[in-house]
């Protein structure tokens, strides 16, 4: 198989949710032949570049999953299933990536801030800044503010992406900015909110570099930064 014709196939795979040769798929017809994984590790078996397969397969699926989603074709379970696809490869293409020394676009630390459980969205977040080049460290969900500023200050990292989906929890990313303002480090960090109860007026009033309403767009933020 050519190089094109693995990169066509990860990415179908990818937008069909077929982590491995035994998944089904959006579409009937694909059990039994190969997806993702085996896909991905044909393709450097036989000299596929890791951040080719990266660049023109993995992104460009997310990207139209995302089109999915945004027109409704998609349910989250869907776009969930995707995700975990590119999880996976990436997994297998981090080691191939640090030995052609592609250097990261970034630390990113990752939370959902304080008294709130929910992280299906950090999650997908997570997944789609690995497969943008960044290094992530997610730090889970109900993380108090003061661990968060403490991990920013010993990993040194660029940005903080902070999650809620209650209203109840939403202003513990307002207590998150104040921290970092009181070490003195605010101007060292990008701070980028989302959840269901946030916006962009939410993001202005407590000072945060910007809103991002779901995983895409978070990417389409830091394409802009």
Known sequence: MTEEAYLEEIAWNVIQGRVVAEDEGIEEGYEGQPAVTELVSKALDEGCDAKTIVLKALTPSMEKVGEKFDKGDY???DML???ECVGEAMDILAPHMAKAGMKSKGKFLLATVAGDLHDIGKNIVNIMLKGAGFEVV???NDVPAARI???LKTSGA???GLSALL???MRE???VIEQIEAEGIRDKVMVLIGGAPTSEAFAEEIGADAYCRDAFHAIEVLRSM
């Open 75 to 77: 349910l989250i379970p």
């Open 81 to 83: 299933a995707s995700a």
């Open 138 to 140: 997610d730090l889970g």
């Open 149 to 151: 500023v403490d991990e």
């Open 158 to 160: 660029e940005y903080i």
């Open 167 to 169: 209203t109840t929890t």
């Open 173 to 175: 990313m307002a207590t």
